[in-house]
């Protein structure tokens, strides 16, 4: 799978996780960055949170380069540090420190090309893998079925998965037209559906019109590249952010975990 990592820089760490880091020692001026594996980098102006999975393990590892820190799950901090490009030298990923996923929920991170400019929260979605991208996922809820389940639940019940319910964002911006669904996709899908969780085994159904539509039929209604394709403005944005320093390309390896035994 071909991924594009975005970088979320931290802003604010919950007070669990600034608990454990302060112990850690990180340097003062360290830039930690939530790096989210996307397949839809055209979709990022739409982003309102960042997901983790509660009970997921996650790492903070140094790419010895600019006192820059990444989170994400240690098998793919691994699979990255054998990548050229990202850690200062191949193959070496030094772990600062583990952290579960609830450790951080509230942190607040700088999510690229996003509206929300003042930056957005690190929230809980139950239905990430361990085992698949990151571990971390960026929230676009007008494009991604899941996403949308996914905020509707925390909006309505913030007690339940212990969060504040300021930390939702729930107005969504329209990014790509199609001729069948509108300018909001995945709520329009999620309400024909009658989709009712974001547990919801139709989920997968409609991820997968979702990736189709939107890829063959879609039109930009946002940004930059407003009136192209977005099979054009795909491979626009994902240049930009590279270009920009706010991602990188990461081909997760097939069914293989590349491991070490220290
Ligand atoms: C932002 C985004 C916007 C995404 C969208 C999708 C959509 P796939 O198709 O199964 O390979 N994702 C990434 N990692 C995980 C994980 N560990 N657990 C659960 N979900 C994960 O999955 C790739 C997509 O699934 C990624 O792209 C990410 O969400 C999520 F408008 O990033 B995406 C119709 C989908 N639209």
Redesign the pocket.
Known sequence: ?E?TAIKLRVLTWSDAARAKIQAANLPADAQVYFV?????PE??Y??TCC?V?PKVKYTIVSTAKDNEYLFLTGRAARNIAYQPGTFAEWGQCVNVLDLDGADVIGTKVDAPLSVHKDGVYILP?E??????????????P??????YATTIDLSNKPDYYKIKKEWVITDILPIIQTPTYGNL??PTLVTQMKIVSSKDPKLAE??????KD?FYQGTMVYGEFTGRSVQEAKGLLQKHLVDSGNAFHYAEPDGVVISRSN
């Open positions: 799978q991924y989210a594996a996307t397949l839809r979709t990022m739409g982003q997901f999975g979605m239905t990430v893998k361990e085992t698949k991208g990151t571990g971390v996922v960026t929230c676009v007008s494009d991604s079925p899941d996403d996709i995945a409609a991820k997968e019109i979702a990736y939107g």
